[in-house]
């Protein structure tokens, strides 16, 4: 399965308007649960593939645009640092589309706070 959506992505890195009508499956993937390495590469590889779409849809749907935009907020919150990158790329394409420019604080807020509880857990 980590092939194919490798092989998906190489094909919408190419060509982003064959991937696009296939937006709205690929989605569904951000919402696995990440039990294995192969499960964040797969996580890591649909945030990929959707970085380089969502500009191109210039008519989605607000559901999938706020369905996306929540996916990935998740993710940033309780994924490793692999899926943490290109979920934070693929959140600022998404937001850049909606112009739910708040979003961006309140995640930073969240994140912050993520890692300030970490960081005092590892200081007792």
């Known amino acids: 399965m980590v092939a194919t959506f490798i092989a998906l992505y190489a094909l919408g890195k190419a060509q982003p308007e064959h991937v696009l009508p296939h937006v709205s499956t690929i989605v569904e993937y951000l919402n696995i649960k990440c039990t294995s390495y192969n499960d964040n590469v797969i ?12 500009p191109l849809m210039k008519s989605a749907s607000a559901s999938i645009i706020y369905s996306l935009e929540g996916s990935l907020t998740k993710l940033l919150l309780v994924s490793g640092q692999l899926v943490i990158h290109s979920s934070i790329a693929c ?3 998404a937001i850049r589309l909606s112009k739910n420019f708040p979003l961006v604080k309140e995640v930073f807020l ?15």
């Open 91 to 93: 959140l600022s394409a």
């Open 43 to 54: 996580v890591q590889y649909v945030a990929k593939i959707l970085e380089f779409t969502i």
């Open 110 to 124: 969240r994140y912050y706070c993520k890692c300030d509880i970490c960081f005092l857990r590892t200081e007792r």
